[in-house]
């Protein structure tokens, strides 16, 4: 603007040749503008658009990681199932081994004094033959037993085993997801400075509110295609002034119009933010029905809650998403955590309540002291 005042001067005082020279000067300066506000704008744009993919691979990695947590967790129960079973045959066999030892043992002594029986009495042969073929049959059985104890054994050691290694290697690919998201989100950080940088430009600053607006203007149409969808009713409007926070935060802005103290720009809050931990819980703060659960440009991770009444609670830039569209909520149910998807400023959580498709002032309904707690 300075530069544009300088060549406006000399317009008043000099011959016309010197005011279109002066004019061309304005119009080569303004085009130059206009060419650095373009080169800025397309310049955030790529950056926003990098950090979305990285977003999206980030959650594909999530993805990815909790199956593998969930396999690791499965195989785990199995190798202690396996170790259960193992210590039961080795117990059975140890006591087989035992019974047949003092079996053998017996077999020994009764051999002995058989003898003598023998001597002493002409019917004893006979019996005792009788008794050494049974005893014979049941030692092998005994022995058949074990046999079989010994080779189940095995067999549960060698399934032990390839368990095991079943496990190593999924220890290992669960290491190597871990560590392609740490670059991911390393990534993202950088990208984040470079963003940050950028923002401190005047034409960026004003490019990053056209495109919240535009975002904004994109959630106000989604909001009235699903109050014509909205027929239930409810008695949500009764608990206004004492539903609970849906988070333990600070709220860091309030609901409202502001005023950019160094652009002059207005924009219009329409929510309130909460200055969270990443991966803290975020609660329903009344009953209802996820109607949108889904990445929202210029939001990241939304999650729509219709309450009834056309009464409707935004959650947005959600880490994680734990309730999908048309799932039913309670009153404090965990639907997600903080994180920053979508975010500009780190993790927190940016939260709307609706009546109709007008945003009112979340914390004329939110009694501040009180926050959601439980599993």
Same mark, same amino acid.
């Given at each position: 603007?300075?530069?544009?005042?300088?060549?406006?001067? %000399?317009?008043?005082?000099?011959? %016309?040749?010197?005011?279109?020279?002066?004019?061309?000067?304005?119009?080569?300066?303004? *085009?130059?503008? &206009?060419?650095?506000?373009?080169?800025?704008?397309?310049?955030?744009?790529?950056?926003?658009?990098?950090?979305?993919? #990285?977003?999206?691979? @980030?959650?594909?990695? =999530?993805?990815?990681?909790?199956?593998?947590?969930?396999?690791?967790?499965?195989?785990?129960? =199995? @190798?202690?199932?396996? *170790?259960?079973?193992?210590?039961? @045959?080795?117990?059975?066999?140890?006591?087989?081994?035992?019974?047949?030892?003092?079996?053998?043992?017996?077999?020994?002594?009764?051999?002995?004094?058989?003898?003598?029986?023998?001597?002493?009495?002409?019917? !004893?042969?006979? =019996? #005792?033959?009788?008794?050494?073929?049974?005893?014979?049959?049941?030692?092998?059985?005994?022995?058949?037993?074990?046999?079989?104890?010994? $080779?189940?054994?095995?067999?549960?050691?060698?399934?032990?085993?390839?368990?095991?290694?079943?496990?190593?290697?999924?220890?290992?690919?669960?290491?190597? +997801?871990?560590?392609?998201?740490?670059?991911? *989100?390393?990534?993202?950080?950088?990208?984040?400075?470079?963003?940050?940088?950028?923002?401190?430009?005047?034409?960026?600053?004003?490019?990053?509110?056209?495109?919240?607006?535009? $975002?904004?203007?994109?959630?106000?149409?989604?909001?009235?295609?699903?109050?014509? !969808? !909205?027929?239930? +009713?409810?008695?949500?409007?009764?608990?206004? /002034?004492?539903?609970?926070?849906?988070?333990?935060?600070?709220?860091?802005?309030?609901?409202?119009?502001? @005023?950019?103290?160094?652009?002059?720009?207005?924009?219009?809050?329409?929510?309130?933010?909460?200055?969270?931990?990443?991966?803290? &819980?975020?609660?329903?703060?009344?009953?209802?029905?996820?109607?949108?659960?889904?990445?929202?440009?210029?939001?990241?991770?939304?999650?729509?809650?219709?309450?009834?009444?056309?009464?409707?609670?935004?959650?947005?830039?959600?880490? &994680?998403?734990?309730? $999908?569209? /048309?799932?039913?909520?309670?009153?404090?149910?965990?639907?997600?955590?903080?994180?920053?998807?979508?975010?500009?400023?780190? %993790?927190?959580?940016?939260?709307?309540?609706?009546?109709?498709?007008?945003?009112?002032? %979340? *914390?004329?309904?939110? =009694?501040?002291?009180?926050?959601?707690?439980?599993?």
């Amino acid at each position: 603007m300075a530069s544009l005042l300088i060549f406006f001067t %000399p317009l008043w005082s000099g011959r %016309p040749a010197d005011v279109n020279e002066e004019l061309g000067k304005i119009k080569a300066e303004i *085009e130059k503008e &206009r060419k650095q506000l373009e080169l800025k704008e397309a310049e955030q744009g790529k950056i926003l658009a990098q950090m979305e993919l #990285l977003e999206k691979q @980030i959650r594909f990695f =999530n993805d990815q990681i909790r199956g593998l947590e969930r396999k690791r967790s499965e195989l785990f129960k =199995n @190798i202690r199932g396996l *170790e259960g079973e193992l210590k039961k @045959i080795a117990s059975d066999l140890a006591e087989r081994k035992e019974l047949l030892g003092e079996r053998l043992s017996a077999r020994y002594k009764m051999g002995e004094v058989g003898t003598l029986q023998v001597l002493f009495s002409s019917d !004893s042969i006979s =019996n #005792l033959v009788l008794l050494d073929e049974y005893l014979g049959r049941v030692y092998a059985q005994d022995q058949e037993l074990i046999l079989e104890y010994e $080779a189940d054994l095995k067999q549960l050691e060698e399934k032990k085993a390839e368990l095991e290694e079943q496990q190593v290697k999924l220890e290992a690919n669960l290491g190597g +997801q871990r560590w392609a998201r740490a670059q991911v *989100e390393s990534e993202k950080g950088e990208q984040r400075k470079i963003l940050e940088g950028v923002q401190k430009e005047a034409e960026k600053h004003l490019a990053v509110i056209a495109e919240l607006d535009a $975002a904004a203007q994109q959630l106000e149409r989604k909001m009235q295609s699903l109050e014509t !969808s !909205s027929v239930k +009713q409810s008695e949500f409007a009764l608990f206004q /002034g004492k539903l609970c926070l849906p988070v333990s935060g600070r709220i860091e802005e309030k609901f409202g119009e502001k @005023i950019d103290p160094n652009f002059k720009t207005k924009t219009m809050q329409k929510g309130i933010d909460l200055r969270a931990k990443k991966g803290d &819980r975020v609660r329903a703060i009344y009953g209802g029905q996820v109607v949108y659960a889904d990445w929202f440009r210029g939001y990241g991770n939304l999650i729509i809650i219709d309450h009834g009444s056309n009464y409707y609670s935004l959650y947005a830039h959600l880490n &994680r998403m734990d309730k $999908a569209a /048309g799932q039913s909520v309670k009153k404090g149910e965990a639907i997600g955590t903080v994180g920053d998807t979508g975010s500009l400023k780190g %993790p927190y959580l940016y939260f709307e309540l609706r009546h109709h498709s007008e945003a009112v002032n %979340p *914390e004329q309904w939110l =009694n501040t002291g009180c926050v959601y707690t439980g599993k």
